[in-house]
């Protein structure tokens, strides 16, 4: 049952929603932890077994002295090579001694030893993962330490030093020395600090006051507009969302964190937030952690000004703290901060105006859906949809259908797919990003992404997706399909590919590149949006809501679907009807259900008789 506050605050939602929308990217366009062109350029060759862009992009950022965009690509490019070692192996062992090389091949012994220790805490870690940990962390010193004489202005291996010296336990002296390593290199080398900060909490080897004195002297000292400011705010998100604010064996106090201190960091973090564009991956990481710390604080038009500027860049951390799809809890929090937004909204005042800056980016995926039927069944079928759509025919057997509105093209696809024999897919591009995804029955059954860079998926969950696309649409080898969804580069190449190999029709010419493709296409018309009364009341009238019956008196052969719907309606409407007249004489007068149910009935059984006489 609905709380009084709900409804009296729901017409604020449903009158603001849009207006405290504006300036987000739609959810469909959200992406987690996508890397930058040059990195996913490096990952697709990567992916294929060329290591040489890799190798290019690593050795510029050595030559040019860029070290945070050096830690980031290392960090990435090793996280890679967990799964995909091959382009690694053949790095190595064509240039042994090349610097870069190394320094993956260090950072990479690091990911495969918390691969196998898990992000769990200590003591739901089995033994024998400590000590599979162990041993690898062991091996990885030499490694460690040939990355570092290969190059000795490089502060990037001193952070892998720093984060090996934690998984190790190793002493406050060894962590002290390699930290006076690291800052002699780069004083300001926000990879470092952040290591330094996880080594110096309270989960590890520090305490939460140390903690926040590490990054806020780090703070103090660092430049404006450098990610350092936001070491105060990691400190925060470590002290009130992973430790959960003060400690239980902690009754003196003595560890927590003033709350002034906690606000001091995140106001910190939204003055460093400015200096950054909307959009700008760089800040994504800081400004995931921020908005978070706004929402727990009840900054509620803060924390959507934030949601605008992280765009489509939602990351990892903080969201992977709250357990379950991170991608999920970004999306669900953002949601919840414009529904918060809206109800503080006067009904007749309007939200803060959003000014779209000039050369803002076209965040909208673009959707294309593939129907295996007729346009006059598709038609049929999406008469109850809530959203426009624009159908054209793709030779006899197939439709083409894509928004021509708001809404999601997935969830009308969804619907007008229930009931009915023949799938469709929704094909979809967001940037350089290409997916598809199998509805049948009103369920999504399967679905895949290329994209760049990522990795590449196990061949169980390819072959298993595989499979759902060539029973729906009765191909008899799965293989090739697999090996389509398995291959990483060229997504927009993968796509046609895979378009081709299920039989359906060619992609329109322009998919991707606007959102209109439809438009001009001969036989192409357009469904007007329709209440559920309307989709319902044209369902009973025409074959497609558009089309009229043949003139009276001509024999009519309705189809199976048509007196399907007519049983089913009587049987909702019926039963209702003699209730509602039972009510009528036994409790007290229902006009307006009874007005409803009666002529709703009486209009049904009306069709119904009429159609009986008309069959030919």
């Known amino acids: 049952m609905p709380s009084l506050r709900t409804l009296l605050t729901l017409p604020r939602v449903l009158r603001h929603g849009t207006a405290v929308g504006a300036g987000l990217p739609p959810d469909e366009a959200v992406v ?11 990952l697709a060759a990567a992916g294929t077994g060329d290591h040489a862009p890799a190798r290019e992009l690593l050795s510029a950022t050595r030559l040019g002295c860029q070290w945070e965009q050096r830690d980031v690509y290392v960090s990435e490019l090793a996280q890679f090579a967990l799964h995909n070692p091959g382009w690694l192996d053949a790095w190595l062992a064509a240039a042994p001694e090349d610097p870069d090389a190394a320094l993956v091949r260090a950072d990479l012994r690091i990911h495969q030893a918390w691969e196998i220790r898990s992000g769990a805490r200590a003591a739901e870690v089995s033994p024998e993962q400590f000590k599979a940990f162990f041993a690898l962390l062991k091996d990885a ?9 290969l190059n000795p202005a490089d502060p990037v291996p001193w952070r892998i030093a720093l984060t090996h010296a934690r998984g190790m336990q190793s002493s406050r002296e060894i962590f002290d ?6 800052v002699e290199r780069a004083p300001h080398h926000y990879g470092c600090h952040a290591s330094a900060l996880q080594y110096l909490c309270a989960k590890w080897y520090g305490t939460h006051r140390e903690m926040f004195d590490f990054a806020e002297q780090a703070a103090e000292e660092a430049l404006p507009g450098s990610k350092i400011n936001a070491l105060p705010l990691l400190a925060a998100v470590e002290y009130e969302i992973v430790a959960g604010g003060p ?5 003196s106090g003595a560890d927590s964190i003033p709350p002034h201190r906690v606000a001091a960091a995140v106001d910190r973090a939204l003055e460093l937030s400015g200096w950054y564009d909307p959009g700008d991956p760089e800040a994504a990481g800081f400004r995931n952690h921020l908005v978070l710390m706004l929402v727990r604080a009840g900054r509620w038009e803060e924390a959507l000004r934030v949601f605008r500027a992280i765009g489509v860049h939602a ?16 999306l669900d929090v953002r949601t919840g901060v414009r529904v918060q937004v809206a109800t503080r909204t006067p009904f007749f005042g309007a939200p803060p105006a959003v000014p779209v800056p ?28 809530r959203t426009g759509l624009r159908l054209a025919p793709a030779g006899a057997a197939f439709t083409h259908v894509e928004l021509t509105g708001e809404g999601s093209l997935a969830g009308a696809v969804d619907l007008f797919t229930t009931g009915e024999k023949w799938p469709a897919v929704v094909l979809q591009r967001s940037g350089d990003r290409y997916g598809i995804t199998l509805y049948a029955k009103g369920r999504k059954l399967a679905g895949h992404e290329w994209a760049p860079g990522a990795p590449v998926p196990s061949l169980e969950t390819a072959g298993a997706t595989a499979a759902a696309l060539a029973a729906a649409y009765g191909v008899a080898d799965a293989r090739p399909l697999t090996a389509l969804l398995r291959a990483m580069d060229a997504p ?16 329109p010419e322009g998919f991707g590149e606007r959102s209109a493709t439809l438009d001009g296409v001969p036989g192409a018309r357009v469904l007007a949006p329709r209440g559920f009364l309307s989709g319902v009341r044209d369902t009973l009238t025409t074959e497609d809501g558009a089309m009229p ?8 052969r309705f189809p199976a679907r048509w007196w399907a719907m007519r049983a089913l309606y009587l049987l909702l409407l019926a039963p209702a009807a003699c209730f509602s007249w039972w009510g009528a004489f036994h409790d007290r007068l229902r006009p307006v259900p009874l007005a409803l149910t009666t002529l709703g009935s009486g209009y049904v059984l009306t069709q119904v008789v009429a159609a009986l006489r008309r069959r030919g």
């Open 549 to 556: 019956l043949p003139p009276r008196g001509t024999p009519v």
């Open 247 to 251: 400690a239980a064996d902690d009754p």
């Open 358 to 385: 000039a050369g803002a980016p076209d965040w909208a995926p673009r959707s294309l859906a593939v129907a295996s039927a007729p346009l006059t069944a598709v038609a049929q079928a999406a008469l109850l949809c």
């Open 492 to 507: 927009g190449r993968r796509l046609a590919d895979t378009v081709a190999a299920l039989g359906l029709p060619a992609l």
């Open 141 to 149: 010193v030499p490694v460690i330490g040939a990355a570092a004489e």
């Open 32 to 42: 987690l932890d996508v890397p930058d062109v040059a990195l996913r350029t490096a």
């Open 177 to 182: 020395a390699y930290w006076t390593e690291a």
């Open 315 to 330: 990351t990892s951390f903080p969201w992977a703290h709250l357990g379950g799809d991170p991608r999920r809890h970004f």
